[in-house]
């Protein structure tokens, strides 16, 4: 069963760390998905952020929106956090330019249950 999930409460900016801490029954596996530009372009294919990472429950996960994949785009990551008995939680994470305003994303947090 997935505890607790800590993310970022606000959107975040080309090049800042997004860190993400699960306590649940590990090993957890978090899945990332980027959505550059919104809507996804025609024949969109997936990045190299995007990308499936095993964690200990309390490790930290740390990603850093890459400037050549952001560029001056918007849009946000999408993680899909499944501990070892199949609990499933989804959240997503905004990208900013840092010259914009953040009203662009609503308030983000944690994930309890």
């Known amino acids: 069963m997935i505890n607790h999930i800590q993310y970022p409460r606000t959107p975040v900016t080309i090049g800042q760390p ?3 801490s699960v306590q649940a029954a590990d090993p957890i596996t978090i899945r ?3 959505f ?9 294919s997936s ?3 995007c990308s499936t990472s095993v ?6 996960f740390t990603l850093i929106p890459d400037p050549k994949t952001w560029g001056n785009k918007r849009g946000g990551y999408e993680f899909t956090v499944i501990d070892v ?17 953040s009203s662009y ?6 994930l309890a249950q």
């Open 105 to 110: 994303a609503s308030s983000f947090g944690s």
């Open 32 to 34: 990332v998905a980027c």
């Open 36 to 44: 550059v530009n919104e809507p996804p372009p025609p024949r969109y």
């Open 18 to 20: 997004i860190e993400i």
């Open 85 to 101: 008995t199949g609990d499933k939680k989804m959240f997503r994470v905004n990208i900013v330019e840092a010259s914009l305003d």
């Open 47 to 49: 990045c190299s952020e």
């Open 55 to 60: 964690v200990r429950s309390g490790e930290l």
